[in-house]
């Protein structure tokens, strides 16, 4: 094994289940851990502080100087782009829907890339998105693909929207979850798809305890934990 403490990969649609049980399972391990999707979703709020629009004429030239200087940190839960707080803007719908649209750039996959590469080459890290097993480190020690039912994921995203206080329609949160499905599956660069090494985890029925259960079992005796 390459690292004294491996990189865990965790990739799947939304809804899956992942940022929720990457989340616990880096804290019981003691690693970090980094929510790509929060990463896009930062790019999509710089973007439209810039009125950048996703047909835009010059738009490699217009988002290339924005890319170039764009830090984004992670505090304990929080989130920083270029030293500002956007933790709560990011759970916006309007913003997790540009994200999904401006993943598709090449150039934003790319710096993305490079900054998420930075963060866990050297091991100890829970990174959970959906190229994370394929693109960004294939060479993983731990992969794992989460997914469930678009029924199943539409609910749980229903009831994140109405926990905080959005008035939303099931029917509606399922066909932007179907449609976001297909740009995320159909898109040109690093498409969701599972890595041929990774272990599915279907949590449709799986409660987070029970799936963080999994996640473990499969973790224990890949490596022996060095924490520092």
């Given at each position: 094994m390459k690292r004294a403490r491996p990189i865990i990969a965790?990739?799947?649609?939304?809804?899956?289940g992942k940022s929720t049980v990457a989340r616990r399972l880096a804290k019981e391990l003691g690693f970090t851990y980094l929510n790509t999707g929060a990463m896009y979703r930062a790019v999509a709020i710089a973007f439209t502080h810039a009125q950048i629009a996703q047909n835009d004429a010059n738009l490699e030239d217009r988002i290339a100087p924005i890319l170039k200087a764009m830090k984004i940190e992670f505090e304990g839960d929080k989130v920083l782009l270029n030293g500002r707080d956007v933790?709560?803007?990011?759970?916006?719908?309007?913003?997790?829907?540009?994200?999904?649209?401006?993943?598709?750039?090449?150039?934003?996959?790319?710096?993305?890339?490079?900054?998420?590469r930075g963060i866990g080459e050297q091991?100890?890290?829970?990174?959970?998105?959906?190229?994370?097993?394929?693109?960004?480190?294939?060479?993983?020690?731990?992969?794992?693909?989460?997914?469930a039912t678009p029924e199943?994921?539409?609910?749980?995203?229903y009831a994140e929207l109405t926990a905080k206080g959005a008035?939303?329609?099931?029917?509606?949160?399922?066909?932007?979850?179907?449609?976001?499905?297909?740009?995320?599956?159909?898109?040109?660069?690093?498409?969701?798809?599972?890595a041929d090494d990774a272990v599915?985890?279907?949590?449709?029925?799986?409660?987070?305890?029970?799936?963080?259960?999994?996640?473990?079992?499969?973790?224990?005796?890949?490596?022996?934990?060095?924490?520092?």
């Open positions: 965790i990739d799947g649609p939304a809804g899956s933790t709560s803007e990011i759970t916006r719908p309007d913003i997790s829907d540009l994200a999904s649209t401006f993943s598709t750039l090449m150039p934003v996959r790319a710096r993305m890339r490079e900054l998420q091991g100890g890290v829970v990174m959970e998105g959906r190229d994370i097993g394929t693109v960004v480190f294939p060479d993983a020690e731990c992969k794992f693909y989460f997914d199943v994921r539409a609910e749980r995203r008035t939303v329609n099931r029917n509606e949160v399922l066909s932007e979850l179907i449609e976001r499905d297909r740009r995320d599956s159909q898109r040109a660069h690093a498409p969701l798809r599972r599915i985890i279907d949590t449709s029925k799986l409660t987070i305890e029970q799936a963080l259960s999994a996640l473990k079992e499969r973790i224990q005796g890949v490596y022996v934990r060095n924490r520092p």
